[in-house]
């Protein structure tokens, strides 16, 4: 018994211990992921495309047609990195330096909202594994916004996708 209770509380302080500061970390990768730029847009009363297409500077990228797109599904396509870095640049201005912004109804950014219009949802993936996120809602002070929404639903248009998603209304 007095063997089980010693292995027992030998087991619980092995979990407490921690890494030497003056040692090195066993090798292994710190990012879990790579640098991705993924934008997906939402349903709207109407025949708008639901997709999410996620792009990396490597000129992978995976297109997800969900509704009203040409093909249903998961197709992976290539890009160019002058394409994946105009699609980077047109997006940029609305990256938030940290965490999530989000433009929504009921949000401080939205004080006037039409209804039934779609949303973009957009996160930006950098290689140490941290995010950044933005999420618009394309009937949010309309007038205000008239710039950002441009751009934004424009940006996607700088990608080879159009075959994938099919005429847009």
Do not use: H
């Not at 640098?35 to 297409?53: A, D, H, K, M, N």
């Not at 700088?158 to 998603?165: G, H, S, V």
């Amino acid at each position: 018994m007095r063997w089980m209770v010693a292995s027992g509380l030998a087991l619980m302080l092995a979990g407490c211990a921690t890494n030497d500061p003056g040692l090195p970390l066993p090798p292994g990768p710190i990012a879990t992921e790579s640098e991705s730029i993924s934008y997906e847009t939402s349903p709207c009363f109407g025949r708008c495309p639901v997709y999410r297409v996620t792009v990396r500077p490597d000129g992978t990228g995976v297109f997800v047609g969900e509704r009203f797109t040409q093909v249903d599904g998961e197709r992976t396509f290539t890009l160019t990195s002058q394409q994946y870095e105009a699609f980077k640049a047109k997006l940029a201005p609305y990256r938030p330096e940290t965490g999530e912004r989000r433009i929504a109804p009921g949000t401080a950014e939205c004080k006037l909202a039409a209804t039934d219009l779609p949303s973009v949802a957009i996160q930006w993936t950098r290689p140490i594994g941290d995010s950044q996120s933005l999420y618009f809602y394309y009937g949010c002070d309309m007038e205000k916004n008239a710039t950002m929404a441009q751009a934004l639903g424009d940006a996607v248009d700088l990608l080879p996708i159009e075959a994938l998603i099919g005429e847009q209304p």
